[in-house]
């Protein structure tokens, strides 16, 4: 099964499951819960159910392309389930099945292992799913987001779609992995990772970025100040990002680095609230 | 033949750490509530796996047994007047109760009599008041990490419930999961439950679904096999305990497979690969003429492929290699002292700073027990610099992505970085015992280290409020705690607690110390201590007398608890400690403590007593005698004087200096024998 394969194969289950198919969200994130799709989507209490593909970025596990399991960019498969069915490990354990990882044959089991974004004032407790050893799904229960306690609380199945992959084409290295059956996952992606490892770990300005940071604070800010929680959410995924950056390069000591912290989650927060502010107001007002 | 109770909650996977706790806890719920409702059984048995908490009770009563409650009336002098008629209180009581006036008591209570009546109360349906408190019994388990799901709260999502006495279904829900005669088989299995008519069949059952019910038996299944696997394959597998247990928990159905060791594991440092395969790939080495030739895993589901599976442990261990050889790799660049600087970026707490802030701490508190032991300069220079070192491997890749190589990798690159050998071997020392009974550090230089570093972490968290509650210990102080007495018995040396504390604290500013009591964190070091004593069948009494002497000296304490453990029932201990007494009670209330004036003395006996105590004292004194064996083989004169002093001489003289001034002379002696031991302690004579 190719690599587009595995992603048609879950967009078309978990239409069946009634998800919204969503789009990757196109600014640059460390992971798929950073979307609007899934932060927004889980406050309130309205039933909601979303799956999309998420490219994440994590400069950190940059490795210019060198190391076979490691990625600048990597592709996530993000499912959420608000609130989760009974049944969700079977669930899940299907959706494996239509990939050809059949659990009668396989070792599948849940490892303990829960999950926290100190940026985005998130938390959840859950597994790692294992398949013969190798982690392909963190499964999360989302207890809070943007500091606020969720209710009811959602699932988050996050397909780590890379290892899957790896693991069904029994390749040694990403890079070798079968996009479609003509093009490698290097082919496509091996410049790219090779590059973007070189402008930030070498390149980047690490003053001006600090610049940057301040500035889009600011206009975060600005768009609070206004309301805008769209942008405002968009300011601080971009604040994320360029901490992400900061912190692959070594750029900040240890209060530093919790203090920048505390800036972005202070705007994450106050995302959440003004949005359940706002929906409650509509929802009110129906 | 009574009925019996199965119970089995079927929960999402719970975490491995958790499990056994959280079934134990369970368990004595369960047995507590029985007990209290007066509900008789003959038996009751637990069971865990990842999936399911399983209580069965063998032969329970149908009915509560029914109980006689004694009920409160009004005093007695209240219910009946002055001519011995019943008051309306009274009356009101007897209605209030449907009591009977032939059936009165009286009993006092406290000062005054009371009037009683008593009730025999039927016992109801068992059944009934389990159904009614079930759900209590299962949510007071404490947790660690609980998680919220459908406003429920618990360790993970509960999905079924089996519960049966004998054929008949008892009644319980939680949140929207019913109480059915039914359980699940391993993950889907084609089925998704199977039926369990009655509860004698549960085990049954469970057992033709390759499922081990208990703890001990799925870790007796992975031991035997590994064993076998060892006869037919001719290796030596390292079988680490925590892995094992770790194992144990992560399946209900285990298996142990092996593999052959991929190649590019001769690319790393035997240490690092052994903590690779263990940490990273949960399997334990298999060794054959000192090399790792082969893995040891265990899958989950007897059924499930086996050769499918283990060509994914291969592919995960291989990669995890690859990876750990890419960081080895990376980090062999850097010179570990080059890398000081960057401990300024990694907290060791939030109120005590960084490691490059202990690091520094670890330094001057050496400096400090310097003066305390014996230790040439060549070793001051290499424990010196081992100090410095010593976290500086924390900023390698190695150690973030493995933390359990802390210690291991510093000791590598050390060697790399051209370090002198025994800097590194202490390097690599320091950080053991990591736990109670892990091994210990081979060199006395790393053993001192070690002490220092967790001295300098349990003054810390004391000073910083970071004491661990019955609930909570984040920082590890029991383990720390055990591990730091082991190593001071270990190190022999006369390190007395007090001092290495005091010199830690002196390490720390001022503003920290404020609310510190010396006390506290000496007391929590002392109940670690006793948990070790009552551990080697050390009796209490001996255990108080040694942890209690004026100056608590562990290695000394240790020793001497040995020791008096040996002689305990030997005339000439009693003897002493029954002199030790003597000074002990006449002494208690004497709070003064003045000089002794050799002018006042009057009798022989008090002279001559005076003069051994001074003889002894000075020995003592001169050659730094901390051990009891010594002390006591010397004592028999002194304890001769003193019985003689008590014979012959009347301590109360009407003269009051005479009187303080023989009181003073043996409270100093009772002093110097508490240097070794709280001797009234001691039980036997």
């Not at chain 1, 299907?94 to 059949?102: D, M, P, R, W, Y």
Request: charged share 30%.
């Amino acid at each position: 099964m190719t690599f587009q394969d595995i992603i048609t194969e879950l967009r078309i289950f978990w239409s069946k499951e009634n998800c919204i198919i969503g789009e990757g969200f196109d600014i640059e994130v460390g992971a798929g819960t950073m979307s609007p799709l899934t932060f927004f989507g889980v406050l309130g209490n309205k039933p909601y159910r979303v799956a999309y593909i998420q490219p994440s970025r994590r400069p950190q596990d940059g490795r210019y392309g060198d190391n076979p399991n490691r990625l600048y960019k990597h592709h996530q498969f993000q499912v959420i389930l608000k609130p989760p069915p009974d049944d969700v490990i079977k669930i899940y354990i299907n959706s494996l099945g239509k990939l050809g990882i059949k659990e009668e044959d396989h070792d599948i089991r849940f490892v303990e292992d829960n999950w926290e974004s100190p940026t985005l004032g998130a938390w959840g407790v859950g597994w790692e799913v294992w398949c013969d050893g190798m982690e392909i799904t963190q499964f999360t229960y989302f207890q809070q987001a943007g500091g606020v306690d969720l209710k009811p609380i959602s699932v988050e199945i996050t397909y780590g779609l890379e290892r899957i992959a790896l693991f069904l084409q029994k390749k040694d290295t990403i890079f070798e992995i079968l996009w479609n059956d003509d093009i490698k996952y290097g082919d496509l992606r091996l410049n790219e990772e090779r590059e973007m490892c070189i402008y930030s770990f070498e390149v980047a300005n690490i003053e001006k970025l600090r610049n940057v940071f301040d500035f889009y604070e600011n206009e975060a800010e600005v768009t609070l100040s206004k309301n805008l929680i769209l942008p405002s959410y968009e300011f601080c995924l971009k604040l994320s990002h360029i901490f992400n950056i900061l912190d692959a390069r070594g750029a900040f000591g240890v209060t530093e680095r919790t203090q920048y912290i505390t800036r972005i989650r202070s705007i994450a927060n106050r995302c959440a609230k003004l949005f359940l502010k706002e929906k409650n107001g509509k929802e009110s007002s129906d | 033949m009574g009925k019996n109770l199965l119970i089995e909650v079927g929960v999402e996977e719970i975490p491995a750490r958790f499990l056994n706790d959280t079934i134990e806890d369970f368990k004595n719920n369960f047995k507590n509530f029985l007990d209290k409702e007066n509900i008789l059984y003959k038996n009751i048995d637990h069971f865990a796996t990842p999936r399911r908490l399983v209580i069965f009770i063998e032969d329970i009563s149908p009915y509560q047994q029914n109980r006689i409650v004694k009920i409160k009336g009004p005093k007695r002098s209240i219910a009946f007047s002055t001519n011995g008629e019943p008051t309306s209180a009274l009356l009101g009581f007897m209605e209030k109760n449907q009591g009977k006036l032939e059936d009165l008591k009286f009993e006092k209570v406290g000062k005054d009599e009371y009037v009683f009546i008593e009730k025999n109360i039927e016992g109801k349906l068992a059944k009934e008041i389990i159904e009614k408190n079930f759900n209590e019994i299962l949510f007071s388990i404490p947790m660690k990490k609980p998680m919220k799901w459908d406003n429920i709260t618990f360790i993970r999502p509960i999905r079924w419930i089996l519960a049966l006495i004998d054929d008949e279904i008892l009644k319980i829900k939680i949140a929207n999961v019913e109480s059915k005669n039914r359980t699940h088989p391993f993950l889907k299995s084609g089925k998704d439950f199977i039926k369990v008519s009655n509860a004698n069949n549960y085990f049954e059952i469970i057992e033709s679904e390759g499922i081990v019910l208990s703890f001990d038996k799925r870790k007796e299944k992975i031991i035997e096999e590994l064993s076998s696997f060892e006869k037919e394959l001719g290796v030596k597998i390292d079988v680490d305990e925590d892995l094992l247990d770790e194992l144990t928990n992560l399946t209900e159905s285990p298996k142990v497979f092996y593999l052959p060791i991929p190649n590019i594991g001769k690319n790393l440092p035997e240490e690092i690969l052994i903590e690779i395969l263990k940490k990273g790939g949960k399997v334990f080495p298999g060794i054959k003429n000192n090399e790792i030739v082969y893995v040891f895993g265990v899958q989950n589901g007897v059924n499930r492929k086996t050769e499918i599976i283990k060509e994914g442990f291969y592919n995960i261990i291989k990669a995890k290699i690859d990876d750990a050889i890419f960081f080895y790799n990376k980090d062999k660049e850097i010179n570990l002292k080059d890398r000081i600087d960057d401990l300024k970026k990694i907290v060791f707490e939030k109120n005590l700073g960084t490691y490059y802030d202990k690091t520094l701490r670890i330094i001057k508190l050496l400096s400090r027990i310097y003066g305390d032991i014996k230790i040439s300069e060549e070793e001051r220079i290499a424990l010196d610099r081992a100090a410095l070192l010593s976290y500086a491997d924390l900023v390698t890749l190695t150690v973030q992505e493995y933390p359990e190589l802390h210690g291991i990798i510093g000791k590598i690159l050390s060697l790399i970085s051209k370090e002198e050998k025994i800097v590194g071997e202490i390097i690599g020392e320091f950080i053991y015992p990591r736990k109670r009974s892990d091994k210990l550090p081979k060199n006395n230089l790393s053993k001192i280290l070690g002490i220092v570093d967790r001295i300098d972490t349990l003054t810390g968290s004391f000073i910083t409020n970071l004491e661990p509650t019955s609930k909570e210990d984040p920082m590890g102080l029991r383990r720390i705690s055990f591990t730091l007495i082991e190593l001071l018995i270990s190190f022999e040396n006369k390190l007395s607690l007090k001092n290495l504390i005091e010199y830690s604290l002196s390490t720390y500013p001022d503003n920290l110390k404020k609310d510190f009591s010396i006390d506290n964190l000496i007391n929590f070091i002392k109940g670690r201590f006793k948990l070790i004593f009552e551990e080697n069948g050390v009796q209490y009494d001996i255990i108080n007398c040694v942890l209690n002497s004026s100056n608590l000296i562990p290695y000394y304490s240790y020793k001497n608890a040995k020791f008096i453990k040996e002689i305990y029932d030997n005339s000439k201990f009693i003897e002493f400690v029954k002199a030790y007494k003597r000074i002990f009670n006449i002494t208690k209330d004497y709070k003064e403590f003045l000089e002794i004036k050799k002018e006042l003395f009057v009798k022989d006996e008090e002279k001559e007593l005076f003069e051994i105590y001074k003889m002894i004292k000075n020995e003592i004194e001169k050659n730094e005698i901390f051990d009891f064996s010594t002390f006591f083989n010397k004592s028999e004169e002194l304890i001769e004087k003193i019985n003689n002093f008590f014979d012959q001489v009347l301590v109360m003289d009407k003269d009051e200096s005479i009187k303080n001034n023989r009181l003073n002379l043996i409270k100093s002696i009772l002093t110097l024998m508490k240097n070794f031991g709280s001797f009234e302690e001691i039980i036997k004579s």
